[in-house]
């Protein structure tokens, strides 16, 4: 029991207060700022996931490995911004000079403002976005004080958090699990393997029809994505982006 409360005392106070108003470690990487001249024709020749486009990075498709801000620090910064969700796919488009992303549209209806319910699908993730979800609601971020909960059931969900570029394998428990939720029921991806396959894009071993199907309401991106950006993301489309 002394030695509990030895342990106790070196960790200090862990709980972050509100993870809604603090910012990450500059050691994880987030927003990314590309400047008003950057080449985006070079930078999209090192990137190993091809994210630079003809007008600007694909957060969807970045993986924030750093290699582009490594090499050409004066075209691209990584910032300690967590708050990089969209709820469209285009507006995960950084243009050069862009500070911030699109104000999002996209809220839930009323009755889920205070009480939102996840399944977490992992199809053929790498357990990296998987074991920051779990983070999410560890005693540092604590989800659930918003009323956000992760069940085991799909029937108990109001949505299906996705993890995961979506295996072969895992297509058919995929569409399984979100066929047993109850209506109304949202999508949400989570990392850019969710978003766009990240590097497993392309992939024989990849079945992506899933999304041919069904609309995210909510992207989240980061490699992994980080569990600021996860609760604000979440809560945003809760009580509206503020």
């Excluded at 918003?146 to 958090?161: E, F, K, Q, T």
Aim: hydrophobic fraction near 40%.
């Amino acid at each position: 029991m002394l030695n509990f409360f030895q342990a106790r005392i070196r960790h200090g106070y862990q709980a972050i207060p509100d993870p809604l108003t603090v910012g990450i470690d500059s050691a994880f990487p987030g927003l990314p700022e590309l400047a008003e001249d950057a080449d985006l024709t070079l930078l999209n020749e090192l990137c190993p996931t091809k994210a630079f486009e003809d007008d600007g990075l694909d957060l969807g498709r970045c993986i924030f490995c750093g290699l582009c801000s490594r090499k050409y620090p004066e075209m691209v910064t990584f910032t300690p911004n967590y708050k990089m969700a969209a709820d469209s796919r285009q507006k995960l488009i950084m243009a050069p000079g862009q500070r911030t992303l699109p104000r999002m549209d996209f809220v839930l209806p009323r009755q889920f403002r205070y009480s939102f319910a996840l399944r977490s699908v992992s199809a053929a993730g790498c357990n990296a976005c998987e074991m920051e979800l779990g983070a999410s609601n560890n005693v540092n971020f604590d989800i659930s004080r918003y009323g956000v909960d992760i069940v085991a059931s799909p029937r108990h969900a109001d949505a299906l958090i996705l993890t995961g570029p979506i295996s072969h394998n895992m297509a058919d428990a995929l569409s399984e699990t979100w066929h047993a939720i109850p209506e109304p029921k949202y999508l949400i991806l989570c990392g850019t393997c969710a978003i766009s396959g990240g590097l497993f894009a392309g992939s024989e071993a990849i079945d992506r029809a899933f999304l041919k199907h069904w609309q995210p309401c909510l992207y989240i991106p980061g490699c992994p994505a980080h569990p600021l950006s996860i609760i604000s993301a979440i809560v945003s489309i809760m009580r509206g982006s503020k």
